[in-house]
């Protein structure tokens, strides 16, 4: 069974810092891309960061470039990301995505919101 938690979102102020963790579990995850995605209410899922499968290679959004950093472990089957200097902005559900061809995991999501 395919399970893909997302975890570590929460309320912060605008400036500070959050750490999200993903842990998946009944599927080869060391050969699937990793990708953070999120969505604020009224907008579209937008892709954040991706991680290729052995780690080499990563990519970001222009929008959080220099802020956010994706990293995965396949021993422990985790992706992270840690987000710096966050801005109310980046409020929205994060979403974590596995993707290997044409199938897709998705998990349920985790809220960030960055409010004073």
């Known amino acids: 069974q395919v399970q893909i938690v997302e975890s570590g979102g929460g309320l912060v102020q605008p400036g500070g810092s959050l750490r999200l963790s993903c842990a998946a579990s009944?599927?080869?995850?060391?050969?699937?891309?990793m990708s953070w995605y999120r969505q604020a209410p009224g907008k579209r899922r937008d892709m954040v960061a991706s991680?290729?499968?052995?780690?080499?290679?990563?990519n970001y959004d222009d929008s959080v470039k220099g802020r956010f950093t994706i990293s995965r472990d396949n021993t422990q089957k985790m992706v992270y990301l840690q987000m710096n200097s966050l801005e109310p902005e980046d409020t929205a559900a994060y979403y974590c995505?596995?993707?290997?061809?044409?199938?897709?995991?998705w998990g349920q999501g985790t809220q960030v919101t960055v409010s004073s």
């Open positions: 991680i290729s499968s052995n780690g080499a290679f990563t």
């Open positions: 009944g599927f080869d995850f060391s050969t699937y891309g």
């Open positions: 995505k596995a993707v290997k061809l044409e199938t897709a995991y």
